[in-house]
């Protein structure tokens, strides 16, 4: 198990993803690493996709939900200039979560993969 995700900046010559792997619970320095990574592909893209995979996400310390709170309440004004986010998982109540997650952002496409369909996932954040 990771003690914090691992943090991929570019796909296939893209600068313009941000690539992440979660496993176990996820701390405020995860989040910030995922931050720093997002405002590096923001100043670098006019449009940002992200593709997650979660293996075995063991929750979110209570830091870490004030952090990623407060930064995506910072982003909202940027929310035009995230494209695609693609989540794989085999969690049904992180894919649910996204899911209304996704009611919520309506400009911003959201779409869930189960693990053995991570190709395809891949293949849509870079369409």
């Known amino acids: 198990m990771l003690d914090t995700p691992l943090l991929v900046t570019l796909l296939s010559g893209t600068p313009s993803i941000v690539a992440f792997l979660v496993e176990g619970p996820v701390t405020a320095a995860d989040v910030e690493r995922i931050s720093v990574m997002i405002e590096s ?72 993969f189960p693990s053995g369909e991570k190709r395809q996932a891949l293949a849509w954040v870079r369409s």
Request: hydrophobic fraction near 45%.
């Open 41 to 112: 592909a923001l100043a670098r893209s006019e449009t940002v996709n992200l593709f997650a995979e979660i293996e075995d996400l063991k929750g979110f310390t209570p830091e870490a939900v004030l952090k990623d709170l407060t930064y995506g309440l910072k982003k909202l004004k940027d929310l035009s200039r995230f494209g695609k986010v693609a989540l794989v998982t085999d969690q049904d109540w992180v894919r649910r979560v996204v899911v209304a997650e996704a009611k919520l952002f309506p400009g911003v496409e959201i779409k869930t």
